[in-house]
């Protein structure tokens, strides 16, 4: 038997058929060759399979960038330990840290026991800034693998979009394959990276694993299953800050609930009307697929999202931020929301610098070092600030809206519990009788 690698495909050649192997169309003109393909990630089961069953095979599927011995002075926490210790008994897996529990720190230890090429997969170009910089405790060349540079080294950094697009050319360059937020993997073209490497040792690497369209289910497979978990309430008050969460309601004004009454009641006329139930957001998107040619769908869609804007940046919210704001004077704030109107209204009102996907890096930049260094006791933003960006340490999260997925409210109480002492307070404000307090209390549940 030999073993080659080509194109994200491990070519099988010999006379035994070998578990995962598949004839394939690239073969077409030779059929009465034996010759079988297999997804790369199959490489690690294939070699077992023939390890196990003493059939003599030549292996020239890894072609690994020379790399030196690698080793770095890094000091894990007794859970951090615990999680390296599961993850070794298989060299696979997926271990579910909460933001700001240390997980950069357990890849940099799996790197150093694996002693080997890593290839390391990063959401955004922030995170791979802030990788490669916790990166140089190791004593060599550290590559960088995105749309800006393309090098190659025994330790290499990149995007998940950069190695989607070259995952079938460089998957066998590396023994270890580590997915920060591995979550984005789970995404119809991402997982192609894990299928087309052929890297025997995995590891995945989030604060929220469950995505809400069930697709982390299918990372068992790729990445290995769930070996390590923990939650925030597990480390509060010792690893991480101590914290409290109020929910406090707000009025909505006569003149908002009018309009947001009107706005919902043609939504809700449209379900009855065509029989449709809402019980989750794919009845939601059946409306919104209608909209493309039924004028009535597209009238409903529009209402409804203008009733939730209604909900989402009333105007009593920013007075009972502003009643926080004062009780608070003295904290390092961060305020969510779900859109950037808001984010302008409140950075206006208030003064507050804000972070939208339209500022600058170089002035995102700017306006994080100047919180983390007291030039600013607050700062305001939208989405941008939920995952991929070092924020520095705050005590105080206002959420003036979001959404009812757990992973964004996992990643928001994250910010403000990095370990700094004292008590973290997270407040989230909602508009009462409106559909938001459903998806506050939805989203708490699942937590």
Request: proline fraction near 3%.
């Amino acid at each position: 038997m030999r073993l080659k690698y080509e194109k994200g495909t491990i070519k099988l050649e010999g006379e035994y058929n070998l578990p995962h192997g598949k004839w394939d169309a690239r073969e077409s003109s030779q059929r009465q060759d034996s010759s079988q393909r297999a997804q790369g990630f199959r490489y690690r089961d294939i070699v077992e399979y023939l390890d196990n069953s003493s059939l003599g095979y030549e292996d020239d599927v890894l072609d690994l960038i020379p790399c030196p011995d690698l080793s770095c002075n890094v000091d894990l926490r007794d859970y951090q330990e615990e999680s390296l210790s599961r993850w070794l008994s298989d060299r696979s897996g997926i271990v579910v840290l909460p933001t700001g529990s240390g997980k950069t720190f357990l890849g940099m230890k799996v790197i150093a026991e694996v002693n080997a090429p890593a290839f390391i997969v990063v959401p955004t170009l922030d995170l791979v800034d802030q990788w490669m910089e916790e990166l140089r405790r190791f004593d060599v060349e550290i590559g960088e693998y995105t749309g800006r540079e393309k090098s190659l080294e025994p330790i290499t950094v990149s995007t998940y979009d950069s190695a989607y697009l070259h995952a079938d050319e460089i998957g066998n360059r590396f023994k270890l394959l580590i997915c920060d937020e591995v979550h984005h993997l789970a995404a119809e073209s991402y997982r192609h990276i894990a299928e087309f490497f052929a890297s025997p040792f995995r590891l995945g690497l989030t604060a929220t694993y469950e995505r809400e369209d069930g697709k982390h289910e299918g990372l068992q497979e790729l990445m290995g299953g769930k070996v390590f978990e923990l939650k925030t309430e597990d480390l509060a008050g010792e690893h991480l800050a101590d914290y409290t969460v109020e929910r406090i309601r707000v009025d909505l004004r006569e003149e908002e609930k009018e309009e947001y009454r009107e706005k919902l009641k043609i939504f809700q006329d449209y379900l009855r009307s065509t029989n449709i139930k809402m019980r989750g957001p794919q009845d939601f998107q059946k409306v919104v697929m209608r909209s493309g040619n039924d004028p009535r769908a597209w009238k409903a869609v529009r209402a409804r999202n203008e009733a939730r804007q209604i909900a989402y940046n009333s105007r009593a919210k920013l007075d009972e931020l502003e009643n926080i704001l004062k009780e608070k004077k003295n904290e390092r704030i961060i305020i969510f929301t779900r859109h950037n109107q808001m984010v302008y209204e409140v950075s206006k009102r208030f003064l507050i610098p804000c972070i939208t996907h339209k500022t600058g890096k170089k002035e995102r930049k700017k306006v994080l070092r100047r919180f983390k260094d007291g030039t600013y006791s607050a700062i305001v933003s939208s989405q941008v600030l939920d995952e991929g960006v070092d924020v520095p340490a705050a005590n105080v999260g206002v959420i003036l809206s979001g959404t009812g997925s757990t992973r964004e409210y996992r990643q928001r109480l994250g910010r403000i519990l990095r370990p700094s002492g004292g008590r973290a307070r997270l407040y989230e404000v909602v508009s009462s009788g409106t559909k938001e307090m459903q998806t506050s209390y939805r989203r708490k549940k699942k937590d």
